[in-house]
């Protein structure tokens, strides 16, 4: 198992272009999540999807829209990118592990610059 | 509103014990989870209680109380390479699913 992966691993954008962060996962997980980390912060929730075909709004929703395109694959795009986009993306998937604790498993970020 | 708090950095001696503290206000409590996240890396889960008292996997334990919105993550025999950012985090119930709130981490610094 692959487990969570993300693409790109690292993008520059400059003000205003577009891009799609891809994130994928072969758990079989129905809920998945979209997190930013801020330099010595902890990651707050953008977006997420409880199952395929649903989508919702977590904290700081402003400025990015998702697709959950079906049950392994969840993007993050931004439409219009801004500086304080600039930070660290992470994707999750949630299902229980061998020790049978219901948690979240994340993917290994993309490193977005926005100048 | 919902509120985590845990301290910034923590510097241990290598083979110590180090408790890592956290409290929190939230409504539509389930547990806390707490998460580990090496520099560059991504976070990887460490444990869970969503009941009172302790909870051990090895050398990390982890302790809730509920009635004081206070938990610690307890690391045993520390190691170099348990350098790193502890996060707590509560789990909610909130909008018809199951969220994580997260804490602004606790850096570890274990010293030779």
């Known amino acids: 198992n692959a487990g969570v992966t993300q693409t790109p691993k690292f993008q520059v954008l400059k003000t205003g272009q577009s891009m799609t962060l891809q994130c994928a996962q072969d758990?079989?997980?129905?809920?998945m999540y979209w997190y930013r980390q801020d330099p010595g912060m902890g990651l707050r929730l953008i977006y997420y999807s409880a199952s395929e075909g649903t989508t919702d709004k977590g904290e700081v929703p402003n400025g990015y829209n998702v697709s959950r395109l079906n049950k392994r694959e969840f993007s993050l795009r931004l439409e219009s990118a801004a500086p304080s986009q600039t930070s660290v993306y992470f994707c999750?998937?949630?299902?229980?592990?061998?020790?049978?604790?219901?948690?979240?498993?994340f993917g290994p970020g993309t490193r977005l610059t926005v100048l | 509103g919902q509120s985590l708090e845990q301290p910034s950095e923590v510097t241990a001696v290598e083979g110590a014990i180090v408790q890592i503290n956290c409290t929190y206000q939230t409504s539509g409590f389930y547990g806390l989870s707490w998460y580990q996240q090496h520099d560059g890396g991504a976070p990887t889960f460490l444990s869970y209680n969503a009941l009172d008292g302790l909870e051990e996997t090895g050398r990390f334990s982890s302790f809730l109380s509920r009635s004081d919105s206070y938990g610690y993550l307890l690391l045993q025999e520390l190691q170099m390479k348990d350098s790193a950012s502890y996060f707590c985090?509560?789990?909610?119930?909130?909008?018809?699913?199951?969220?994580?709130?997260f804490g602004s981490g606790t850096r570890l610094l274990v010293r030779p």
């Open positions: 758990m079989n997980h129905n809920s």
């Open positions: 985090a509560v789990r909610v119930w909130m909008d018809s699913s199951y969220k994580l709130i």
């Open positions: 999750a998937s949630r299902g229980i592990d061998p020790a049978g604790y219901n948690e979240q498993f």
